[in-house]
């Protein structure tokens, strides 16, 4: 049974700053009662599939200029800490392709999870149609990392 669901954003986050028309959001949620640095280490906390799915992205976009290792830096994962609050991490970066930023939220008894990106040009365009269907199961995968009671924090 998964106690992951697509969902809104909620209307305090952070990330609502970001967001244009045009661009792609998505939200996803759970129940838990775990603080925000515990929820984000278990979310990025990537299974050995989706490491190798981001390894074999970096080799593919290397050739065409796009930025394939995440800045030296306070990171949660592979990605760097944008901003923060008391209940919620901004993770990401800007790239020539496409800006994109992640975040996780809580709130006492839910955790949320979006991916908010913004495409710079016809290159994110393609960037963000080819990763979509791999998107969506590292996503799901990562919200349902959060709420498992079958593992300890980080």
Not at 41 to 68: D, E, H, T, Y
Not at 69 to 93: A, C, H, S, T, Y
Not at 103 to 126: D, F, K, P, Q
Not at 127 to 153: E, G
Request: charged content about 20%.
């Amino acid at each position: 049974m998964t106690r992951t669901t697509k969902t809104e954003l909620p209307s305090h986050s952070l990330l609502h700053d970001y967001i244009q028309q045009g661009d792609f959001l998505d939200c996803y949620k759970c129940p838990t009662a775990l603080p925000v640095d515990d929820a984000a280490q278990r979310a990025m906390a990537f299974p050995s599939w989706a490491k190798g799915l981001l390894r074999l992205r970096n080799i593919l976009v290397a050739p065409l200029g796009l930025k394939n290792d995440f800045p030296e830096g306070k990171k949660i994962g592979p990605f760097p800490i944008d901003q923060r609050n008391q209940n919620e991490v901004i993770l990401g970066l800007d790239d020539s392709h496409l800006n994109f930023r992640i975040s996780i939220l809580t709130t006492g008894t839910e955790a949320y999870c979006a991916t908010w990106v913004h495409c710079n040009n016809r290159m994110g365009r393609i960037y963000l149609a080819s990763i979509m269907p791999f998107h969506v199961l590292i996503v799901r995968n990562a919200v349902s990392q959060i709420w498992r009671p079958d593992i300890k924090s980080l």
